[in-house]
């Protein structure tokens, strides 16, 4: 079993630019969550995605956006970017069940993100 | 809305002597606490969480936490410190039961000293 898969590892852009993050989840696993973990931090929600739709959402602005895809691996893209957005991102995942609650969240080992 | 406080960004401990880790909430239902550990290049991983059924909870890697609701607390301990657990720990609380919208303490960075 893979676990939680993030790509790319690293990432480097530049100010205003776009950028999008991967996330394959564990297998099984249906639901997806997003966290961002500045440094010297601790990770901040920022949204979960299940069934390709945005189920819950964290206080960031719509600069942050996702994607779920029908195989479950997820997208975050964040748009003119902020030298305040370096940051590692952190992909979770875990399986909604039918009594409306989540399994355990496995994290993946994140990527991080450095905007100069 | 819920939260944790974590105080004391770093903490230093002799190998083979007691960890305690502090993590205080603030909730205004039935909280939900975890406790996650993150080594140096990877991701979270689940050390303890409590849901109710027991208030004092065992972890992997020899860890446990006590939930006192009279203090509004959820520290972590291990009777005996390893070099294997330097790493950095995380309290967490949740909405509610089965929510993984996870809401994180600022970290214990945790030092092993030979």
């Known amino acids: 079993d893979a676990g939680v898969t993030q790509s790319p590892t690293h990432l480097i852009k530049t100010r205003g630019q776009q950028v999008t993050l991967r996330c394959s989840p564990k297998?099984?696993?249906?639901?997806v969550s997003w966290y961002q973990q500045a440094l010297g931090q601790g990770p901040q929600f920022i949204f979960q995605?299940?069934?390709?739709?945005?189920?819950q959402r964290g206080n960031f602005p719509d600069r942050f956006s996702g994607h779920q895809f029908p195989n479950y691996s997820s997208e975050l893209n964040v748009n003119a970017l902020l030298l305040g957005d370096s940051a590692l991102y952190l992909c979770?995942?875990?399986?909604?069940?039918?009594?409306?609650?989540?399994?355990?969240?496995?994290f993946g080992q994140g990527t991080r993100l450095t905007v100069v | 809305a819920q939260s944790v406080t974590q105080l004391g960004s770093h903490v230093s401990v002799s190998e083979g002597a007691l960890v305690l880790l502090r993590c205080n909430y603030s909730?205004?239902?039935?909280?939900?606490l975890f406790w996650y550990v993150q080594y140096p290049n990877q991701g979270l991983q689940l050390l303890l969480k409590?849901?109710?059924?027991?208030?004092l909870v065992k972890g992997i890697n020899g860890f446990e936490a006590e939930f006192k609701k009279s203090e509004t607390s959820f520290h972590l301990t291990k009777p005996s410190a390893h070099m294997s657990d330097a790493a950095e720990y995380f309290c967490?609380?949740?909405?509610?039961?089965?929510?993984?919208?996870?809401?994180f303490g600022k970290g214990n960075q945790v030092v092993v000293i030979p």
């Open positions: 967490a609380v949740s909405p509610y039961y089965g929510n993984n919208r996870l809401a």
């Open positions: 409590y849901t109710s059924a027991a208030t």
């Open positions: 909730s205004s239902v039935p909280p939900y």
């Open positions: 297998s099984g696993h249906d639901t």
């Open positions: 995605y299940y069934e390709e739709e945005e189920r």
């Open positions: 979770a995942s875990s399986t909604y069940r039918m009594d409306r609650t989540d399994t355990e969240a496995f």
